[in-house]
């Protein structure tokens, strides 16, 4: 692009839409490198030179920012809009960046404010290099001193908007302290980060086609035993899996050994059928990434993992590996419960019924997709998830007007692993008891989750049609039902003997009752009492920045009691709590295991 003064190249622009994800790319020149505008998004990895603005926000709910390097440019992150007045950027989170020789660093209209907390920011981990400004406010004033004419300067945490600790909430804008890091997530001091793997240096004769095999991958054979057999010998071989483009379906557990090395080919589908997975009670996995206790690694990408007509005993994906020494990965690995083409869970199968009160009326078993969409149990470690997306379908993908459905899936992402999760730019959606739940972990990074409450909820309510089961560590509802009728919905993100939990930016969005949306208009939050439930005396080492909610009167829940209020906290449409610290639980063993440097 240009890099004439006055020009008006444009790099990215993005001005609509509810992302997101987007890594490794360089950007020269431009009025604008990146111009952005998108409900939820998580970028990494973007290096920018020579632009007037290296990013302009014109409106987000949330968006994270890490490992942004920017170079020779006049303002570094532009998120004042308009004017105070008219300010639509909701929240910005940037972590672990450099930005070398820009007069401003970041720039804001962020006014102080009890109620309003519109341009929420939070900054932690980020070198400055000949940044004159640091962060500019209204009418040129300096919130944040930068270096000056010359030299250099670390940011270690800084905050504009409301903050609690765990009280509040109180209006600042300030250097604050960062979030305790777990040595084990890092890599030198920042979280531990990795691309996806392309394999363009490795020859044609190191990958292995599905369809080579035997694999028919037309949603009608049995693929199981192709799979299965091409999986475990290109392991023991160092190959490649090459799954081709098409729809693979399966009827027993598909394993993957450590070791293995699978990409998909434009987004095949593998997708359980069949009576293995249908008892509830004594669900299996549809995958399966090691066995208990298995030790190695594993690499895994661009794959759909769906079920086809009732699987109430499927687990879509457990994960049971455990990566010491090098974390595992899976990139742009989906779950897809319901709503396209083959999966028998569409709106000629499973139309959406507001109007009939379930219960009495029975729940249609048909329609009940899946058990859990992602399992990480007891024991796994060393797993590092990025642009990974569990849906279960609220509406028909190949309906032309996209008419709602009702598809049930118990559980979301269960995240039982010993220690050591990254999750980078991963969402979670419609399941009946949550979406995300951290139960009996440590050392977990979160960049940018989201969520979305299941839309036909309350009619019925999250206890149906999965019973909540004290063996694994369901939610029991006695707190989150409404106005004590027993009218329950999901949580969004539930956090349960845990410690040192970092989550950097979260949305977490329920819109309707019983597919209505009048509960989620602006000031309403009606749609379900609370999304974000911390519990369990083991509790500790709790932080979380730009949590934004909508729909939910209480935005965070410890052990049963509300401590932030919606209406406290009102944004340009979700409310937003700039920083959240919880550290007062009792003391538990620390956390000792060596960086991902180190080891």
């Given at each position: 692009m240009s890099q004439t003064a006055g020009n008006q190249h444009q790099g990215v622009f993005i001005e609509d839409g509810s992302g997101g994800f987007m890594s490794d790319l360089t950007f020269n020149g431009g009025q604008n490198a990146a111009f952005f505008g998108n409900q939820q998004f998580t970028v990494k990895n973007l290096t920018i030179n020579n632009a007037n603005n290296a990013i302009n926000m014109v409106w987000d709910w949330g968006w994270t920012f890490k490992?942004?390097?920017?170079?020779?440019?006049?303002?570094?992150?532009?998120?004042?809009?308009?004017?105070?007045?008219?300010?639509?950027?909701?929240?910005?989170t940037f972590i672990d960046s450099n930005i070398n020789n820009t007069p401003i660093g970041f720039l804001t209209s962020h006014v102080l404010n009890t109620t309003f907390t519109n341009s929420s920011f939070v900054l932690e981990n980020v070198k400055l290099n000949n940044v004159r400004t640091a962060v500019q406010g209204v009418g040129n004033t300096t919130l944040l001193f930068g270096t000056g004419t010359s030299g250099t300067k670390s940011i270690e945490g800084w905050t504009q908007g409301h903050s609690y600790a765990p009280d509040g909430p109180s209006s600042i804008s300030r250097e604050i302290a960062a979030f305790s890091r777990p040595q084990a997530l890092l890599d030198g001091d920042k979280y531990y980060e990795r691309s996806k793997p392309q394999y363009a240096d490795q020859p044609a004769e190191q990958f292995t086609s599905v369809r080579s095999a035997g694999a028919k991958g037309d949603g009608v054979t049995d693929d199981y035993q192709v799979l299965q057999d091409t999986i475990i010998r290109a392991a023991g071989a160092g190959r490649i899996v090459f799954v081709d483009a098409g729809v693979y379906k399966i009827t027993k557990t598909l394993y993957i050994p450590k070791d293995s090395k699978i990409i998909g080919e434009a987004y095949p589908v593998i997708m359980s059928s069949g009576s293995f997975f249908t008892n509830m009670d004594s669900p299996q996995p549809v995958i399966q990434v090691g066995q208990r206790g298995e030790e190695g690694c594993v690499e895994w990408s661009d794959t759909i993992v769906s079920t086809q007509g009732a699987q109430p005993g499927a687990i879509a994906i457990q994960w049971n590996l455990v990566s010491s020494e090098k974390p595992s990965g899976m990139w742009d690995v989906h779950v897809r419960i319901g709503g396209f083409a083959g999966s028998q869970l569409q709106l000629a199968d499973c139309r959406a019924t507001p109007d009939t009160a379930t219960p009495p009326a029975p729940i249609d078993t048909s329609c009940v997709g899946a058990h859990t969409s992602m399992h990480v149990t007891t024991g796994a470690r060393g797993l590092y998830l990025e642009n990974v997306w569990l849906w279960t379908a609220d509406h028909d993908l190949d309906d032309a007007t996209f008419t709602n459905i009702?598809?049930?899936?118990?559980?979301?992402?269960?995240?039982?692993?010993?220690?050591?999760?990254?999750?980078?730019?991963?969402?979670?959606?419609?399941?009946?008891?949550?979406?995300?739940?951290?139960?009996?972990?440590?050392?977990?990074?979160?960049?940018?989750?989201?969520?979305?409450?299941?839309?036909?909820?309350?009619?019925?309510?999250?206890?149906?049609p999965f019973a909540p089961s004290a063996e694994l560590l369901d939610p029991?509802?006695?707190?989150?039902?409404?106005?004590?009728?027993g009218q329950?919905?999901?949580?969004?993100?539930?956090?349960?003997?845990?410690?040192d939990i970092g989550v950097y930016g979260a949305g977490l969005y329920s819109f309707f009752q019983n597919y209505d949306n009048t509960c989620s208009s602006p000031y309403q939050e009606d749609c379900q009492r609370g999304i974000l439930s911390i519990e369990g005396s083991k509790t500790q080492n709790i932080n979380v920045c730009n949590l934004n909610t909508v729909g939910a009167s209480s935005m965070i829940d410890i052990d049963g009691s509300s401590v932030a209020n919606a209406s406290d906290n009102v944004n340009v449409f979700p409310d937003t709590i700039a920083v959240f610290k919880l550290q007062s639980k009792p003391q538990d063993e620390p956390s000792s295991t060596p960086s991902i440097a180190s080891s």
């Open positions: 490992s942004i390097t920017i170079n020779n440019c006049s303002v570094g992150l532009n998120i004042s809009n308009i004017s105070p007045s008219e300010q639509t950027v909701g929240s910005a009702t598809v049930y899936a118990g559980r979301g992402l269960n995240m039982q692993a010993e220690r050591n999760v990254w999750l980078v730019g991963t969402s979670v959606e419609h399941h009946s008891l949550y979406q995300y739940q951290l139960a009996n972990t440590r050392d977990v990074f979160m960049g940018q989750i989201q969520s979305e409450t299941a839309y036909y909820q309350p009619n019925p309510d999250a206890t149906l029991q509802f006695s707190s989150s039902c409404k106005n004590g009728t329950c919905s999901g949580w969004g993100l539930r956090i349960l003997d845990s410690q």
